[in-house]
């Protein structure tokens, strides 16, 4: 960890800063390793500190051997004052993203006398950069997910609820080598289907039905997300035109992918296919988002991007057509941009599969 925390003071020592407060759970857990439900972070140029509460007094010097540890009785802010480690700071920053406005109340009290800097993706931009370890665990987290998908697949058939098929999802995920889920599983069919984002009910699968499924599994913290979409019986034309097209943007955006090359534009790409296809209005979201330790991470691949594809960064390619009243497409797939090409983490077939 100690060489993430070099790389933050790096950019401190640009902004020119004393100190960062971090509250971003995810980001505590890049720079220090703690994995608890409730911690903050402070980076000056000579220390870092970790501040949790009692239920984390042994698990934190485990999981955070670089920092130095403070166990709050109250609230996290506490030690801030009482161990005075911003006294010598007069400019501190903080995560404008995440940071609620009680935890900044407490801050002024805490050091009236600093000039505090909102910030915004300054550790985020470095966390886009992965590294072989990082990677390693990214890969397996895929395995993971490919292991568990090709378990459930099998299991799916008319009549089955969308929860069962994430308590499947769940279960073979951990059977096949995730130490957790990445996120609460997508489950959505029939005409829920046309809802990018949504949550699995009791609706049984019928025919006529698109089933989306969107999950990921999870290694050591690392995560990975792929979607795949399987019908129930026999698909009519337009239904197989919306899978057609969807499957030619999702290869389209592998393809075109370069080094350096501006995010919007990859999105731009796929999305003018998409026109082409007829589904211009269809497509209502992004093509795909950083992840690692979070599930979205720079960069943003979306029409107003500002984010540039990097190399070792992972991202996700998911283009969709979502048609109200008649169901939805999602294929998604995840991507190395190694130093010289780009590579699919994800090895799942991409041709329509219809279950009976």
Not at 279 to 304: A, D, M, V
Request: aromatic content about 8%; glycine content about 6%.
């Amino acid at each position: 960890m100690h060489d993430r925390i070099e790389r933050v003071r790096a950019k401190m020592r640009e902004l020119n800063l004393d100190a960062l407060v971090v509250s971003s759970r995810t980001n505590i857990r890049y720079l220090t390793g703690f994995s608890g439900s409730n911690g903050l972070a402070v980076v000056t140029h000579d220390n870092a500190y970790l501040i949790t509460d009692n239920r984390y007094r042994d698990q934190a010097p485990l999981e955070a051997p670089n920092a130095e540890i403070f166990i709050a009785v109250e609230n996290l802010y506490r030690p801030l004052k009482g161990q005075k480690l911003l006294q010598n700071c007069k400019r501190t920053a903080f995560e404008a993203n995440h940071l609620s406005f009680r935890g900044f109340s407490h801050l002024r009290d805490i050091a009236p006398n600093n000039h505090f800097i909102a910030t915004e993706n300054l550790i985020e931009k470095i966390v886009a950069i992965k590294s072989r370890v990082e990677i390693d665990k990214i890969q397996a987290a895929c395995l993971a997910t490919e292991k568990t998908w090709a378990a459930v697949l099998p299991m799916l058939r008319p009549g089955m609820a969308e929860v069962e098929i994430v308590s499947e999802l769940y279960y073979q995920g951990l059977r096949n080598g995730a130490t957790a889920m990445a996120f609460e599983p997508i489950v959505a069919s029939g005409k829920r289907s046309a809802l990018p984002h949504g949550t699995a009910t009791s609706k049984s699968l019928q025919p006529g039905d698109f089933v989306v499924i969107d999950f990921g599994c999870e290694v050591d913290g690392l995560k990975s997300d792929m979607t795949r979409t399987v019908f129930v019986g026999e698909p009519t034309a337009d239904q197989r035109q919306m899978y057609e097209a969807v499957k030619t943007a999702n290869a389209l955006a592998f393809s075109s992918i370069r080094i350096n090359m501006k995010a919007a534009e990859l999105d731009k790409i796929v999305r003018d296919r998409l026109t082409e296809l007829g589904f211009e209005k269809e497509f209502s979201h992004s093509l795909g988002h950083g992840f690692g330790l979070g599930i979205h991470e720079i960069p943003r691949i979306g029409q107003k991007s500002k984010d540039w594809l990097l190399p070792n960064s992972v991202f996700t390619i998911e283009p969709g057509v979502y048609v109200p009243d008649m169901g939805g497409v999602r294929i998604e797939d995840d991507v190395l941009l190694a130093e010289d090409t780009p590579q699919l983490l994800t090895h799942i077939g991409r041709e329509l599969v219809t279950i009976d």
